[in-house]
């Protein structure tokens, strides 16, 4: 509707605009009501929304709209029925005008007509014309009748309305005061509310108290400046000294506060004054300010709040002027205006400075009027030249625009003018631009002045302001700083003007200082005076009077409590670089925390890139991120972080699925319900989102200083993005993040950090932290290791039941029971499972009938070092009438086995399987033998250097394998590769080992205690001899490493014995490992027996559990569970099966103690730093110590000597849950350590605060901890990018680490952090700038990383000489191998294109090595084909040379089995003596172990040759869950090798390829002639399963 057509049109009272329906698919501007009762249109409506609120322009109510927007608040209908009717009656008039006029023009048209013809034709009859007479009364009585009954109709309708629209006023009346009504309450509860606020009304006590805070502020601060400059002398030049000193010491005066002002009251009060009009009524709620009284002083008796006399603050501010006129109370003013002057009136300040002294009945007026007193003086006192600046009364142009607002500590937007560093700078308030070029105009008007030129008269003096050319036409006002004279050396405070020779001064509108030169050419004093006028003026009297209003722009500032991360090398020139180019020349907001002698300290926040975020960049935060600078003092930082919400918490004591995404223990995991949907498009969403955003989009969305606890989408190690938490800042740039909507934690750099959108943002955090609510710890306090990794397991992202059990608080984790899910078997608890594997323990009051067997406390506990095997027999033995004598035999070292008397129920342990008639097993009761054994023969064999001795079989040796000594038995001659079988005599299993780890056993130590036994009463089922593969699995899958109980059928000299053997099955009940032979029918019994299962008593259970412990942990097969036998009575088999009841202990019980680990050390950051080496450990790791760990140290000793004065009292120890201890060292002084083995009467500790592993006697090691609070000193270091020869670091190599690091301080660059504290830095070490890594790989101990290599930009390592020594090496050495490139990668054709391939090699079923035949078949380097190459290499062969170096992948020429050499790379050592290596063939795929001999170097020309063999993934098929085979690939034991041969045969066609990816690894589907998958028949077969 048109306003302009119809005045009376209903406007919107905020924009003046008119309201419009919605017409021809145009969206109307339609009236709607907001909840306060106001209306306004939808337009101004959008334009106000912020986050769903509305804040009401009138009442300034936020208000919440729906959830569909502002469209879906209620249109007010009132006002759309009066645009509808005017609507209607405008269309109305236009119909009846146009009607109108075509009558008219129509009678007129007649008339006309009428008038051609009047002479034409004759007189009308008079008749005709008295029957149309008669015709226009009959329709004239017709039209009567209708209008009658119009009338009447129009008059019920209009009594009807008047009815209708008197409800519908008086409804409105009645909401219109209740909404009053409201309104008052309203206010009523917000003047309340303010009441809170009160304190802010007493300013006097509130600036004593400020001050009081800021003495305790300033005196805190300044104690912590001197115990830094205490604690780093260097400081000191970034603080002044004395200043801190006087601070410290300037006594504390009660008379320089005033204590008087807290008896003052606060002079509010609170108005009413109502005025009732004829059709409106005004009332006036409102708080005034009187003069403050005593809090002693009640209010006069006469004081009327309605009757107040002192002028309103609107009367104050608007009506100060003398034509100003009050609105009119005869005409309300229109909307538009009422919203005008409503903004006006809020737009003054509440402090405002005039007087009230008259009605207070303007709605208008604001709630709280304050006085305040201006200090006049002030105006014309001088400028000053410091931090005061800042100060509005300083700025008198300020004051008197804003002069009521307090910016100490407001921000304000600044632009940075000059910088000498992060601690020097200058700003300019961007507020005062048009003051700045209004002072630049009045200083180049005065310039221009003859009375501002220097004469020969002038003086210039130190200190004095004049005006300098900054250019051409610029003029600016400086101060004088420094004044050389002519024919003088140093600086002199005043001269004449014509004998300048220099001058230097400082800009004080800008903060730079700079040097101006006077060169004269003549030499006169002329010339002199010339030159000075070229390039300064001075400033008389008058031109001071006439500036002096202007204080001087450039503020001297410096980011508080910020000094160089070096202090001792000042500012770095990177730091000033970066400070320049966060602020730019761009306006910064700048905020003041105080300040320092001249300085303002500030804060310097950029606004963001991204508009829509909130967050603003703090240049100190960012100086400090990037490690250029670092703060000086605790610093609080700024806004509260964006904080995801909490996940959506379960229902308790309800079942739901949900799969278990992150696991720390099992009192520390996190879950995602399946039921949430939500979470199942978020990720999709997230990587469309993020990975898809332009160049623009991604600089918008980019953090550059990453708050700690803020919100935001991090990259994961899978290139995916997702919702993550900043936790804190490592150092080196990069930020710990917690995946909220998974639960695990990364370190990661901030380039794979963006900023998060609203709509990510929205969703609660999916991860749920959870515990399990039913186990603890076996040892009360730590989670295992091995019951960590069973969890994992159990339940790392694998779909689970979940039944919450209570409720916590957020921060705390949810307690609930985890079932494993399984589609044919029960659902089972897994805390029942870790119990029942004793890795866990019930809490107090929980029991399950699975887990009701005691524990073995053997299996627990270690026995007391002191007493030795004793302790060990007395647990362990089964015999309960063990005599003395027999304890005493067994404290006697025995190199040989011999069996106990009593033959029944022996506690065993099986060490190794080959079938059921051969197995080895060791007696639980010489485990201290075992232990001791292994002692002794390290002693003896471990220093002894390599012997040639002629090994035969039968001969006894001591054979190193997997780190440890053990005594072994030659089962046959060595080889030629000097390779020969050996059985181990404790463990009964056979190695291959080399004879390099050979020594010669002593005839004492020569013997073994393991027994070879065999299953007695059964024999190979199907008429065999030999055991089948099937039942040697099996029972070596049960048995193998598991404890047992055996009973000796006969004693005999022969091996293997004959016994029986019960087992402990995953119930906890015992069963006959041969009747569960035979009832699989993988044996037969010799004679018939009764099935039978022997239940172990209650009370024998306690002394005789069996826990089956896998060894085997990577095997795949499954096997059914042993089934029970029924069994018979006890009674009716104790004859035969008793189970013995262990005798009473008589030995002394040890004290069960626990102590944890020292705290882990304290990391250093990324970068380089000093450290000073400890000790070299058998792995390679270096332990090392950093500059100030070494002063901790010497601090450390002396603690520990003053509290550690006497020997604790020596006792007896169980040693198995000891972590952390106290030790006596070598040298007599206490140290602490940590134990790491217990090794019989001896332990293997380790100094934490050295890095130093021993062996030392037990007697020596206490279970206490000493300094605890300290955290470990040492530092463990690993080598970057390096590998040592053979997979692990030799004996000569670590001597060599040894003798060139311990005790010596070398330089280490840290290059990686590691997760885990306590795991060793990833880091490089240098020797007189000499890389360590480089040294190593120079004596042949090590080999480059070549992936690492190419990161860092570096090649492989030449064997250079390390040293340069002044020698003639000509015609020694040969000439230098070139260094070759990659092989050349065929083209493949793009994703989906099918082409065909020649399959080469084949390693599994779906690991294969195939050449694309199109495109690379004929390829022709220099006219020859790589066949023609390979000839002709090979007929001169002997003209190439040998290889002499040997990069990790480094092409070269190796011989096949036909005589012939290909080419081929290098992949590792696979020996020493002698040196092989493993080669790859690379254009057929196949592998093969060769000497050096064997090995040449390959012409650069051959490797223009794309590889004819590409290795790849064929997809969609993977290894069968269950494979029934009986032959499997041994180096991939999930494929068998009737897979692998099916697979060959199905490939013997001609196969066409399609890829379908390159990364991570190629991966292809193949098809054969038919177009059909090629590896469909193995998935028919049961030989593989689809993916």
Same mark, same amino acid.
């Given at each position: 509707?048109?306003?302009?057509?119809?005045?009376?049109?209903?406007?919107?009272?905020?924009?003046?605009?008119?309201?419009?329906?919605?017409?021809?698919?145009?969206?109307?501007?339609?009236?709607?009501?907001?909840?306060?009762?106001?209306?306004?249109?939808?337009?101004?409506?959008?334009?106000?929304?912020?986050?769903?609120?509305?804040?009401?322009?009138?009442?300034?109510?936020?208000?919440?709209?729906?959830?569909?927007?502002?469209?879906?608040?209620?249109?007010?209908?009132?006002?759309?029925?009066?645009?509808?009717?005017?609507?209607?009656?405008?269309?109305?008039?236009?119909?009846?005008?146009r009607?109108?006029?075509?009558?008219?023009?129509?009678?007129?048209?007649?008339?006309?007509?009428?008038?051609?013809?009047?002479?034409?034709?004759?007189?009308?009859?008079i008749?005709?014309?008295?029957?149309?007479?008669?015709?226009?009364?009959?329709?004239?009585?017709?039209?009567?009748?209708?209008?009658?009954?119009?009338?009447?109709?129009?008059?019920?309708?209009?009594a009807?309305?008047?009815?209708?629209?008197?409800?519908?006023?008086?409804?409105?009346?009645?909401?219109?005061?209740?909404?009053?009504?409201?309104?008052?309450?309203?206010?009523?509860?917000?003047?309340?509310?303010?009441?809170?606020?009160?304190?802010?009304?007493?300013?006097?006590?509130?600036?004593?108290?400020?001050?009081?805070?800021?003495?305790?502020?300033?005196?805190?601060?300044a104690?912590?400046?001197?115990?830094?400059?205490?604690?780093?002398?260097?400081?000191?030049?970034?603080?002044?000294?004395?200043?801190?000193?006087?601070?410290?010491?300037?006594?504390?005066?009660?008379?320089?506060f005033?204590?008087?002002?807290?008896?003052?009251?606060?002079?509010?009060?609170?108005?009413?004054?109502?005025?009732?009009?004829?059709?409106?009524?005004?009332?006036?709620?409102?708080?005034?300010?009187?003069?403050?009284?005593?809090?002693?002083?009640?209010?006069?008796?006469?004081?009327?709040?309605?009757?107040?006399?002192?002028?309103?603050?609107?009367?104050?501010?608007?009506?100060?002027?003398?034509?100003?006129?009050?609105p009119?109370?005869?005409?309300p003013p229109?909307?538009?205006?009422?919203?005008?002057?409503?903004?006006?009136?809020?737009?003054?300040?509440?402090?405002?400075?005039?007087?009230?002294?008259?009605?207070?009945?303007?709605?208008?007026?604001?709630?709280?009027?304050?006085?305040?007193?201006?200090?006049?003086?002030?105006?014309?006192?001088?400028?000053?030249?410091?931090?005061?600046?800042?100060?509005?009364k300083?700025?008198?142009?300020?004051?008197?625009?804003?002069?009521?607002?307090?910016k100490?500590?407001?921000?304000?937007?600044?632009?940075?003018?000059h910088?000498?560093?992060?601690?020097?700078?200058?700003?300019?308030?961007?507020?005062?631009?048009?003051?700045?070029?209004?002072?630049?105009?009045?200083?180049?008007?005065i310039?221009?002045?003859?009375?501002?030129?220097?004469?020969?008269?002038?003086i210039?003096?130190?200190?004095?302001?004049?005006?300098?050319?900054?250019?051409?036409?610029?003029?600016?006002?400086?101060?004088?700083?420094?004044?050389?004279?002519?024919g003088?050396?140093?600086?002199?405070?005043?001269?004449?003007?014509?004998?300048?020779?220099?001058?230097?001064?400082?800009?004080?509108?800008?903060?730079?200082?700079?040097?101006?030169?006077?060169?004269?050419?003549?030499?006169?004093?002329?010339?002199?005076?010339?030159?000075?006028?070229?390039?300064?003026?001075?400033?008389?009297?008058?031109?001071?009077?006439?500036?002096?209003?202007?204080?001087?722009?450039?503020?001297?500032?410096?980011?508080k409590?910020?000094?160089?991360?070096?202090?001792?090398?000042?500012?770095?020139?990177?730091?000033?670089?970066?400070?320049?180019?966060?602020?730019?020349s761009?306006?910064?907001?700048?905020?003041?925390?105080?300040?320092?002698?001249?300085?303002?300290?500030?804060?310097?926040?950029?606004?963001?890139?991204?508009?829509?975020?909130?967050?603003?960049?703090s240049?100190?935060?960012?100086?400090?991120?990037?490690?250029?600078?670092?703060?000086?003092?605790?610093?609080?930082?700024?806004?509260?972080?964006?904080?995801?919400?909490?996940?959506?918490?379960?229902?308790?004591?309800?079942?739901?699925?949900?799969?278990?995404?992150?696991?720390?223990?099992?009192?520390?995991?996190?879950?995602?319900?399946?039921?949430?949907?939500?979470?199942?498009?978020?990720?999709?969403?997230?990587?469309?989102?993020?990975?898809?955003?332009?160049?623009v989009?991604?600089?918008?969305?980019?953090v550059?200083?990453?708050?700690?606890?803020?919100?935001?989408?991090?990259?994961?190690?899978?290139?995916?993005?997702?919702?993550?938490?900043?936790l804190?800042?490592?150092?080196?740039?990069?930020?710990?993040?917690?995946?909220?909507?998974?639960?695990?934690?990364?370190?990661?750099?901030?380039?794979?950090?963006?900023?998060?959108?609203?709509?990510?943002?929205?969703?609660?955090?999916?991860?749920?932290?959870?515990?399990?609510?039913?186990?603890?710890?076996?040892?009360?306090?730590?989670?295992?290791?091995?019951?960590?990794?069973?969890?994992?397991?159990?339940?790392?992202?694998?779909?689970?039941t979940?039944?919450?059990?209570?409720?916590?608080?957020?921060?705390?984790?949810?307690?609930?029971?985890?079932?494993?899910?399984?589609?044919?078997?029960?659902?089972?608890n897994?805390?029942?499972?870790?119990?029942?594997?004793?890795?866990?323990?019930?809490?107090?009051?929980?029991?399950v009938?699975?887990?009701?067997?005691?524990?073995?406390?053997?299996?627990?506990?270690?026995?007391?070092?002191?007493l030795?095997?004793?302790?060990?027999?007395?647990?362990?033995?089964?015999d309960?009438?063990?005599?003395?004598?027999?304890?005493?035999k067994?404290?006697?070292?025995?190199?040989?086995?011999?069996?106990?008397?009593?033959?029944?129920?022996?506690?065993?342990?099986?060490?190794?399987?080959?079938?059921?008639?051969?197995?080895?097993?060791?007696?639980?009761?010489?485990?201290?033998?075992?232990?001791?054994?292994?002692?002794?023969?390290?002693?003896?064999?471990?220093?002894?250097?390599?012997?040639?001795?002629?090994?035969?079989?039968?001969?006894?040796?001591?054979?190193?394998?997997?780190?440890?000594w053990?005594?072994?038995?030659?089962?046959?001659?060595?080889?030629?590769?000097?390779?020969?079988?050996?059985?181990?005599?404790?463990?009964?299993?056979?190695?291959?080992?080399?004879?390099?780890?050979?020594?010669?056993?002593?005839?004492?130590?020569?013997?073994?205690?393991?027994?070879?036994?065999?299953?007695?009463?059964?024999?190979?089922?199907g008429?065999?001899?030999?055991?089948?593969?099937?039942?040697?699995?099996?029972?070596?899958?049960?048995?193998?490493?598991?404890?047992?109980?055996?009973?000796?059928?006969?004693?005999?000299?022969?091996?293997?014995?004959?016994?029986?053997?019960?087992?402990?099955?995953?119930?906890?009940?015992?069963?006959?490992?041969?009747?569960?032979?035979?009832?699989?029918?993988?044996?037969?019994?010799?004679?018939?027996?009764?099935?039978v299962?022997v239940?172990?008593?209650?009370?024998?259970?306690?002394?005789?559990?069996?826990?089956?412990?896998?060894?085997?942990?990577?095997?795949?097969?499954?096997?059914?569970?042993?089934?029970?036998?029924?069994?018979?009575?006890?009674?009716?088999?104790?004859?035969?099966?008793?189970?013995?009841?262990?005798?009473?202990?008589?030995?002394?019980?040890?004290?069960?103690?626990?102590?944890?680990l020292?705290?882990p050390?304290?990391?250093?950051?990324?970068?380089?730093?000093?450290?000073?080496?400890?000790?070299?450990?058998?792995?390679?790791?270096?332990?090392?110590?950093?500059?100030?760990?070494?002063?901790?140290?010497?601090?450390?000793?002396?603690?520990?000597?003053?509290?550690?004065?006497?020997?604790?009292r020596?006792?007896?120890?169980?040693?198995?849950?000891?972590? /952390?201890?106290?030790?006596?060292? *070598? &040298?007599? #002084?206490?140290?602490?350590?940590?134990?790491? %083995?217990? @090794?019989? $009467?001896?332990?293997?500790?380790?100094?934490?605060?050295?890095?130093?592993?021993?062996?030392?006697?037990?007697?020596?090691?206490?279970?206490?901890?000493?300094?605890?609070?300290?955290?470990?000193?040492?530092?463990?270091?690993?080598?970057?990018?390096?590998?040592?020869?053979?997979?692990?670091?030799?004996?000569?190599?670590?001597?060599?680490?040894?003798?060139?690091?311990?005790?010596?301080?070398?330089?280490?660059?840290?290059?990686?952090?590691?997760?885990?504290?306590?795991?060793?830095?990833?880091?490089?070490?240098?020797?007189?700038?000499?890389?360590?890594?480089?040294i190593?790989?120079?004596?042949?101990?090590?080999?480059?990383?070549?992936?690492?290599?190419?990161?860092? /930009?570096?090649?492989?390592?030449? *064997? &250079?000489? #390390?040293?340069?020594?002044?020698?003639?090496? %000509?015609? @020694?050495? $040969?000439?230098?191998?070139?260094?070759?490139?990659?092989?050349?990668?065929?083209?493949?054709?793009?994703?989906?294109?099918?082409?065909?391939?020649?399959?080469?090699?084949?390693?599994?079923?779906?690991?294969?090595?195939?050449?694309?035949?199109?495109?690379?078949?004929?390829?022709?380097?220099?006219?020859?084909?790589?066949?023609?190459?390979?000839?002709?290499?090979?007929?001169?062969?002997?003209?190439?040379?040998?290889?002499?170096?040997?990069?990790?992948?480094?092409p070269?020429?190796?011989?096949?089995?036909?005589?012939?050499?290909?080419?081929?790379?290098l992949?590792?050592?696979?020996?020493?003596?002698?040196?092989?290596?493993?080669?790859?063939?690379?254009?057929?795929?196949?592998?093969?172990?060769?000497?050096?001999?064997?090995?040449?170097?390959?012409?650069?020309?051959?490797?223009?040759?794309?590889?004819?063999?590409?290795?790849?993934k064929?997809?969609?098929?993977?290894?069968?869950?269950?494979?029934?085979?009986?032959?499997?690939?041994?180096?991939?034991?999930?494929?068998?090798?009737?897979?692998?041969?099916?697979?060959i045969?199905?490939?013997?066609?001609?196969?066409?390829?399609?890829?379908?990816?390159?990364?991570?690894?190629l991966?292809?589907?193949?098809?054969?002639?038919?177009?059909?998958?090629?590896?469909?028949?193995?998935?028919?077969?049961?030989?593989?399963?689809?993916?």
């Amino acid at each position: 509707m048109d306003r302009g057509d119809n005045p009376s049109a209903v406007v919107c009272k905020l924009c003046g605009e008119a309201f419009t329906l919605p017409e021809n698919e145009v969206d109307g501007n339609l009236p709607r009501v907001l909840l306060c009762g106001h209306i306004y249109c939808t337009s101004c409506l959008l334009s106000i929304h912020r986050n769903s609120v509305i804040k009401c322009p009138e009442c300034e109510v936020e208000l919440t709209i729906p959830e569909g927007g502002v469209y879906e608040l209620q249109e007010d209908s009132r006002i759309i029925g009066l645009i509808y009717t005017a609507k209607m009656n405008k269309m109305k008039s236009l119909r009846w005008d146009r009607s109108k006029n075509h009558r008219r023009t129509k009678l007129q048209t007649s008339t006309d007509m009428n008038a051609n013809t009047e002479d034409m034709e004759q007189p009308a009859d008079i008749n005709k014309i008295e029957k149309m007479v008669d015709e226009a009364l009959a329709q004239a009585a017709e039209n009567l009748a209708r209008l009658e009954f119009i009338h009447e109709t129009l008059t019920a309708g209009l009594a009807k309305q008047v009815k209708i629209e008197r409800a519908r006023l008086e409804w409105e009346i009645k909401q219109a005061a209740d909404k009053a009504l409201h309104a008052i309450q309203k206010w009523k509860d917000v003047q309340l509310n303010q009441l809170t606020k009160l304190g802010a009304q007493f300013s006097t006590s509130q600036a004593e108290v400020f001050c009081a805070q800021e003495r305790i502020k300033t005196l805190k601060i300044a104690m912590q400046m001197a115990r830094e400059v205490r604690r780093v002398p260097f400081l000191e030049q970034y603080c002044t000294l004395d200043k801190v000193l006087r601070t410290l010491q300037a006594p504390v005066d009660n008379k320089s506060f005033n204590m008087k002002c807290v008896t003052m009251g606060s002079g509010m009060s609170c108005v009413f004054q109502s005025e009732g009009l004829n059709q409106s009524l005004s009332l006036s709620l409102k708080m005034e300010v009187s003069y403050p009284k005593l809090l002693s002083e009640s209010p006069s008796k006469g004081h009327q709040p309605g009757n107040s006399t002192r002028k309103s603050s609107w009367q104050c501010a608007a009506g100060s002027n003398s034509n100003s006129t009050p609105p009119s109370r005869d005409k309300p003013p229109t909307p538009q205006k009422q919203y005008q002057e409503s903004a006006r009136a809020n737009s003054l300040s509440p402090q405002s400075s005039c007087p009230s002294n008259s009605s207070a009945s303007d709605p208008g007026s604001p709630d709280v009027i304050i006085e305040e007193l201006l200090d006049e003086e002030q105006e014309h006192a001088l400028p000053p030249t410091g931090p005061e600046l800042a100060h509005d009364k300083w700025r008198v142009h300020r004051r008197r625009r804003n002069q009521f607002v307090n910016k100490r500590n407001v921000a304000q937007w600044v632009i940075v003018t000059h910088i000498v560093n992060p601690s020097h700078f200058y700003v300019r308030y961007v507020a005062e631009k048009r003051e700045n070029e209004t002072l630049s105009k009045k200083i180049n008007h005065i310039c221009y002045r003859d009375s501002c030129r220097f004469t020969s008269s002038d003086i210039v003096e130190t200190g004095s302001v004049i005006f300098v050319k900054w250019k051409e036409g610029l003029w600016c006002r400086a101060s004088v700083v420094e004044i050389l004279q002519n024919g003088c050396v140093e600086a002199v405070k005043a001269c004449p003007v014509d004998q300048l020779a220099s001058i230097q001064v400082f800009f004080l509108d800008y903060g730079l200082t700079k040097s101006i030169t006077i060169q004269t050419e003549e030499g006169t004093a002329e010339s002199s005076m010339k030159a000075v006028n070229t390039h300064l003026r001075k400033v008389g009297e008058a031109e001071n009077v006439e500036l002096g209003h202007f204080a001087p722009q450039a503020i001297r500032c410096s980011l508080k409590d910020l000094v160089p991360y070096d202090p001792t090398k000042g500012w770095s020139e990177e730091a000033q670089f970066e400070f320049h180019s966060v602020v730019d020349s761009a306006a910064v907001e700048m905020r003041p925390l105080g300040q320092d002698r001249d300085f303002l300290l500030v804060d310097l926040r950029k606004a963001p890139i991204d508009q829509s975020s909130d967050v603003a960049i703090s240049v100190r935060e960012y100086l400090v991120f990037i490690e250029v600078a670092r703060f000086y003092s605790p610093v609080m930082l700024g806004s509260r972080p964006q904080l995801y919400h909490p996940p959506v918490y379960p229902k308790t004591n309800t079942e739901l699925n949900a799969v278990v995404s992150h696991i720390n223990s099992p009192s520390d995991f996190y879950i995602q319900l399946v039921d949430n949907v939500e979470s199942m498009s978020l990720t999709a969403k997230l990587q469309d989102c993020y990975n898809a955003t332009s160049a623009v989009q991604k600089d918008d969305l980019n953090v550059y200083c990453p708050v700690i606890g803020q919100a935001y989408v991090a990259r994961y190690d899978d290139k995916f993005w997702y919702r993550a938490q900043v936790l804190g800042h490592p150092g080196g740039r990069k930020v710990e993040v917690c995946y909220v909507d998974f639960g695990n934690k990364s370190v990661l750099p901030v380039s794979d950090l963006r900023k998060i959108k609203d709509e990510f943002f929205a969703p609660p955090s999916m991860a749920i932290h959870c515990c399990l609510s039913e186990v603890i710890p076996v040892d009360g306090e730590t989670w295992t290791d091995a019951c960590t990794n069973r969890f994992i397991s159990l339940a790392q992202q694998k779909l689970v039941t979940i039944v919450a059990t209570g409720t916590t608080c957020k921060t705390e984790p949810l307690p609930v029971r985890l079932f494993a899910s399984s589609l044919n078997r029960p659902l089972a608890n897994i805390a029942e499972l870790l119990v029942k594997e004793e890795l866990a323990c019930f809490k107090g009051g929980l029991e399950v009938e699975v887990a009701t067997h005691p524990v073995d406390e053997s299996a627990l506990w270690d026995p007391p070092l002191e007493l030795g095997v004793a302790t060990k027999s007395a647990v362990d033995a089964p015999d309960q009438s063990t005599t003395r004598e027999q304890k005493k035999k067994l404290l006697e070292f025995q190199p040989l086995l011999n069996l106990p008397a009593q033959l029944k129920d022996l506690k065993v342990r099986v060490s190794h399987v080959n079938s059921p008639s051969s197995f080895y097993v060791q007696f639980t009761e010489f485990d201290s033998q075992l232990e001791r054994m292994c002692e002794e023969v390290k002693k003896e064999c471990e220093l002894l250097e390599p012997q040639d001795v002629l090994w035969k079989a039968g001969m006894y040796c001591a054979a190193h394998f997997n780190g440890v000594w053990e005594r072994g038995q030659i089962c046959s001659d060595v080889t030629s590769s000097n390779i020969t079988e050996v059985m181990l005599c404790d463990h009964g299993s056979k190695v291959k080992l080399h004879v390099s780890n050979l020594r010669p056993l002593p005839t004492s130590l020569a013997g073994s205690l393991a027994v070879e036994c065999s299953l007695s009463d059964i024999r190979p089922a199907g008429g065999r001899s030999t055991w089948t593969a099937t039942a040697c699995e099996l029972i070596s899958h049960y048995l193998t490493g598991a404890k047992a109980y055996i009973t000796i059928k006969e004693l005999t000299d022969e091996r293997p014995l004959p016994v029986t053997l019960f087992y402990c099955n995953d119930i906890g009940q015992f069963v006959n490992i041969t009747e569960f032979l035979a009832v699989e029918g993988l044996a037969l019994r010799e004679k018939n027996q009764r099935d039978v299962v022997v239940p172990i008593p209650q009370e024998t259970e306690a002394q005789s559990p069996v826990s089956k412990k896998q060894t085997n942990g990577d095997k795949k097969n499954t096997y059914p569970a042993p089934r029970l036998v029924p069994v018979p009575p006890l009674s009716s088999i104790a004859s035969t099966q008793t189970r013995p009841t262990p005798a009473p202990r008589t030995i002394m019980s040890a004290e069960k103690v626990k102590t944890p680990l020292y705290h882990p050390p304290k990391l250093p950051c990324p970068g380089h730093i000093q450290m000073s080496v400890t000790a070299v450990g058998e792995d390679g790791v270096i332990y090392a110590r950093t500059q100030d760990a070494d002063c901790q140290l010497e601090n450390l000793r002396e603690n520990i000597e003053q509290s550690m004065k006497t020997l604790p009292r020596q006792k007896s120890y169980t040693w198995k849950s000891v972590l /952390g201890c106290a030790i006596i060292g *070598p &040298d007599m #002084l206490w140290h602490r350590g940590q134990l790491l %083995e217990v @090794l019989g $009467g001896h332990v293997k500790v380790q100094y934490v605060d050295y890095g130093l592993v021993e062996i030392i006697p037990v007697v020596h090691v206490y279970p206490i901890l000493l300094c605890p609070d300290v955290p470990q000193l040492c530092v463990p270091c690993q080598l970057r990018g390096i590998n040592p020869v053979g997979g692990r670091w030799q004996s000569d190599a670590v001597s060599l680490l040894r003798e060139l690091l311990l005790k010596r301080s070398v330089d280490v660059e840290v290059m990686e952090l590691p997760t885990d504290p306590r795991r060793p830095l990833t880091v490089e070490v240098f020797l007189d700038g000499q890389s360590l890594s480089r040294i190593l790989c120079h004596h042949e101990h090590a080999s480059m990383d070549r992936t690492v290599s190419a990161q860092k /930009g570096l090649s492989v390592m030449s *064997p &250079d000489v #390390l040293d340069d020594w002044d020698m003639d090496t %000509e015609g @020694l050495r $040969g000439p230098e191998e070139p260094m070759l490139g990659p092989f050349v990668l065929p083209n493949l054709p793009q994703k989906g294109e099918h082409f065909q391939v020649r399959v080469k090699h084949l390693l599994t079923p779906n690991e294969l090595f195939l050449w694309p035949l199109e495109g690379t078949a004929y390829v022709e380097v220099d006219g020859e084909t790589l066949d023609e190459a390979l000839r002709r290499v090979n007929a001169n062969i002997d003209s190439l040379p040998q290889l002499t170096s040997f990069p990790q992948g480094g092409p070269c020429l190796a011989e096949y089995s036909d005589g012939n050499y290909y080419r081929s790379k290098l992949i590792k050592f696979t020996s020493l003596e002698p040196v092989t290596i493993l080669v790859q063939h690379v254009d057929f795929g196949s592998d093969d172990t060769l000497p050096t001999s064997k090995i040449r170097q390959m012409p650069a020309k051959l490797l223009g040759f794309p590889l004819q063999a590409l290795k790849v993934k064929v997809a969609g098929f993977k290894a069968p869950s269950v494979n029934r085979q009986k032959d499997m690939l041994p180096y991939s034991p999930r494929w068998s090798v009737k897979a692998a041969m099916d697979m060959i045969d199905l490939l013997h066609s001609d196969i066409t390829a399609s890829v379908v990816a390159h990364e991570p690894e190629l991966t292809v589907l193949l098809y054969n002639e038919e177009g059909m998958l090629v590896h469909l028949p193995l998935v028919s077969q049961g030989l593989a399963e689809l993916e």
